[in-house]
């Protein structure tokens, strides 16, 4: 049997014709009409006005936290259950992570340890320099309490918004909310650019800025001046081929990945210790991946067995994120906790989600799950 994935690239005859496309324009390089339109995509599928287009959602954190102004020894509020880049990117401009856990509402930031933080923070003159807030498995935060709290104390907030592109909150859409926002185009994502990511932005001053620093700080003229340290990190012209021609079928890719996580809570919803990730008042989650947690007492089994169940049959799955606070390289970091991230980890559970995942595939996850419960 072939293997099933937990969320394999989607790429379609159109993506393929604008790559080849692209490439026969011969502008192989960073720059090119095809960046220059994913950009203004980029920007009106966020509601941003201005958008940079990167080589991974990585090189747009730590870009962001850069045009920020986040140096050596600030501190950074951070999601604690997340992937490890939310938090690596900190940790390359010298500032130190705080994590924050979750609310079991959305499995997002808690926006009232947040505030809690912060209300400390403050009575101790150690405020943050900025907070990024983590829209988990294709979830938005509650970026109304979350950006209140942070405009309350100054503080500035950044949008990881690398799972949730085509999410909404309150009819926004994701990449909208804070002062930067970060998208991540991995192969492993609702759109692809095999690897990349964007930087988007309301101020044009911090997005050129961004797009500067990402050409390895180029200044304008003959020769080559430089007066700050710059990355490569500028996203290739044939990339962005492909990230456009895949941004025309958001829509159709997040409705597919829904369906997937409405069969799934209809054929095991039911069963025993079996909980879904909550979609939270106001928002519209893409269910980039579908997580669900195993109550091993009445479930009479655990997350970790049915995965290596499924791992038995060629099926892909994996546990939610380990937090970070979990993690031997953040062990010394700050934490404000309610436990909730950590109960997650010990019984979370994510299933194959892709959008090129077919109904027989998923009935056969769904049956193979239901053979490891006993049911």
């Excluded at 980029?42 to 941003?48: H, I, K, N, S, V």
């Amino acid at each position: 049997m072939n293997r099933i994935y937990l969320s394999p690239p989607d790429v379609r005859e159109e993506d393929r014709r604008q790559l080849l496309e692209a490439l026969d324009s011969g502008w192989v390089a960073p720059v090119g009409t095809a960046v220059d339109g994913f950009e203004h995509d980029l920007a009106a599928t966020t509601g941003r006005a201005y958008a940079c287009a990167l080589s991974s959602g990585t090189s747009a954190l730590h870009l962001a936290l850069v045009v920020a102004g986040v140096e050596a020894g600030d501190r950074v509020l951070v999601s604690t259950f997340t992937f490890a880049a939310s938090v690596n990117a900190i940790k390359y401009v010298h500032a130190e992570p705080a994590f924050i856990d979750s609310d079991p509402n959305s499995w997002n930031m808690d926006p009232d340890l947040l505030a809690e933080e912060l209300e400390e923070s403050s009575r101790r003159g150690r405020l943050p320099k900025a907070v990024i807030a983590v829209d988990v498995y294709g979830q938005c935060a509650d970026y109304d309490r979350i950006t209140t709290t942070c405009r309350e104390y100054g503080v500035l907030l950044i949008e990881d918004a690398a799972e949730s592109l085509g999410a909404s909150y309150r009819q926004q859409p994701a990449g909208s909310f804070g002062d930067l926002a970060v998208l991540s185009f991995n192969g492993n994502k609702i759109i692809t650019t095999s690897g990349g990511g964007a930087l988007v932005g309301s101020d044009q001053a911090d997005i050129d800025l961004a797009r500067n620093l990402a050409a390895q700080a180029r200044e304008p003229g003959p020769h080559y001046e430089h007066s700050r340290v710059g990355y490569n990190y500028r996203l290739s012209n044939l990339l962005a081929a492909l990230g456009r021609a895949q941004l025309t079928t958001l829509p159709d890719r997040v409705a597919t990945r829904r369906q997937h996580n409405e069969a799934y809570r209809a054929a095991l919803g039911s069963l025993p210790g079996f909980e879904f990730m909550p979609e939270a008042a106001d928002c519209e989650s893409t269910f980039w991946l579908t997580a669900l947690t195993v109550d091993p007492d009445p479930a009479g089994v655990d997350s970790e067995s049915i995965r290596i169940h499924l791992e038995e049959h060629n099926i892909e799955a994996r546990p939610v994120w380990k937090p970070m606070h979990q993690q031997p390289v953040f062990r010394d970091c700050e934490f404000r906790s309610r436990g909730v991230a950590d109960a997650l980890f010990a019984k979370g559970l994510c299933l194959p989600s892709g959008s090129t995942l077919s109904p027989a595939q998923r009935d056969l996850v769904i049956a193979t799950i239901q053979e490891a419960a006993g049911s």
